[in-house]
């Protein structure tokens, strides 16, 4: 187990064959399983000592999101790698972006004018035309479409899927969450899709103080997320 106190005193990067570690006084950091922690370039190891070197005193994972995801991506993601892109890739089946809402006409032109981009992007890109409906009821979408993104899920590293993992459960949808990774929107335009739903029933309704303090920490993590993305992408 992590102690529960800090009981080192220099926290440093070490270039090792395989990547990057993260010492403590000389010891590598490990993941609960007990694997070493190697990260796969400096940026990420740079990110996580940092996240080491802050601590002063008790040992607090929940102020620790760099290091729960590197356990995530080395205890999970690397060992399942074929259950979570198969999981991940289920979004496109089912994405948040292909329902759009029965009414009222001014939600539905806000879901419009930031959804369709994405969805005629997502659609060239792989060659698949992707169905939209309103309401919530299912509609099927082209088998090859799942399997496309599979395969670009599939090419992607653990660390970089641990980071995209969050960024699609956060938002309801693959399509924003490649778009973002393509460079086709920004990581708050993304946000801001996902949000348009809640955010109209928040404009009519009001948002309580609770309600407030959750949506603040999952777009923090969503900002986390998605820098931890790109780090992992960095073949610096």
């Known amino acids: 187990m992590i102690p ?9 990067v070490a270039d090792v064959d395989a990547g990057f570690e993260v010492r403590l006084d000389g010891r590598t950091v490990n ?16 990110l996580l000592a940092e996240e080491w070197d802050a601590i002063d005193g008790e040992i607090k994972p929940a102020n620790m999101p760099a290091t729960r995801m590197t356990n995530s991506a080395i205890d999970n ?14 979004y496109a089946g089912n994405d948040l972006l292909c329902y759009f809402a029965d009414g009222p006409e001014q939600l539905v032109l806000q879901q419009s004018e930031r959804w369709l981009p ?5 659609s060239a890109k792989y060659d698949v035309p992707i169905s939209t409906t309103s309401g919530l009821m299912p ?14 899920l599939d090419a ?6 641990a980071g995209l993992h969050d960024l699609i459960v956060l938002s309801g949808s693959v399509f924003l969450a490649l778009a973002w990774q393509a460079n086709r929107i920004s990581l708050e335009e993304a946000w801001a899709a996902s949000r348009i739903d809640a955010n109209w029933q928040i404009a009519q309704w009001g948002e309580d103080e609770d309600e407030a303090r959750v949506v603040a920490r999952k777009h923090a993590d969503f900002q986390f997320a998605a820098n931890y993305c790109s780090l992992a992408q960095n073949s610096a």
């Open 139 to 152: 509609i099927p979408q082209d088998s090859k479409l799942v399997s496309k993104v599979h395969s670009d």
């Open 31 to 46: 993941t609960p399983a007990k694997s070493p922690i190697v990260l796969p370039n400096q940026g990420l190891a740079i």
């Open 4 to 12: 529960k106190k800090r009981f080192w005193k220099t926290v440093e």
């Open 156 to 161: 992607m590293s653990p660390f970089a899927l």
């Open 77 to 90: 993601v690397t060992v399942r790698k074929t259950d979570v892109v198969e999981m991940l890739a289920a």
């Open 118 to 122: 994405v969805l005629d992007w997502a």
